[in-house]
């Protein structure tokens, strides 16, 4: 049974993403680096009690994607309109990811504004906090880093649907392998939020969005359907 797909296979693809040796051992050296950070973070700070593994891990699967995908993804080439057009794309996407993932937030009420930076523990610092009478904003540095990665994997995709198929957000849209992720994207911003998965704890709606930005993160690296 053939694979091929609008003349790529799909197998090929996907053994375009495992690793060189070379970029294995950078990344294991890299994981090292931040099981040690981690590790010595809990052991010597005072009054603090890792209660659950997960929460200090998730920072830096998002991290540690974002940086592989990017590090992953070549720009095509392009006309400077299609360029344009796939940027207009991507700083919307980023926008939506922006307000439904809960970076940026509505007025919190307050008369005065005021700026609170919190010292956590690795991964999840530092994280600034913002409220004033237009807007509030909750920035948590990862999930930041993780959407301007997805926001540059989108931008690569909008370039390959214009080339491939009639243009840029058309393109995009007409795209199944395309859209899915583009939308599943959101919804990692959505599963963050942390009110926005009924039934879900808070704790678990980081762990659902982490799933969700994994699955999209690969899914846009990959962007199956399109030729080199």
Request: charged share 10%.
């Amino acid at each position: 049974m053939s694979t091929d797909t609008g003349g790529v296979d799909w197998r090929e693809r996907l053994a375009a993403l495992r690793p060189a040796r070379r970029t294995a051992l950078y990344w294991a050296m890299v994981v090292n680096a931040e099981f040690l950070i981690v590790a010595g973070y809990y052991t010597l700070a005072v009054d603090v009690t890792l209660r659950d593994p997960l929460f200090a891990a998730i920072p830096f699967v998002w991290l540690n994607l974002a940086g592989w995908a990017v590090m992953q993804t070549d720009i095509p080439a392009a006309s400077a309109r299609k360029r344009a057009v796939a940027a207009a794309v991507a700083v919307g996407y980023f926008g939506l990811l922006v307000v439904f993932g809960g970076i940026l937030n509505g007025p919190s009420g307050v008369t005065t504004s005021y700026l609170n930076v919190l010292q956590l523990p690795p991964g999840w610092n530092p994280a600034f906090f913002y409220s004033g009478s237009l807007f509030s904003l909750v920035v948590l540095p990862y999930k930041l880093v993780g959407f301007v990665a997805l926001s540059y994997l989108v931008y690569v995709t909008a370039l390959d649907a214009a080339s491939a198929l009639v243009g840029g957000v058309v393109g995009l849209l007409s795209c199944v392998s395309c859209t899915f992720p583009v939308l599943a994207g959101l919804a990692s911003g959505l599963a963050g939020s942390g009110s926005a998965v009924a039934g879900f704890t808070y704790a678990n709606s980081y762990l659902l969005s982490t799933v969700v930005f994994g699955v999209t993160v690969v899914l846009l690296t990959w962007r199956p359907g399109f030729g080199d």
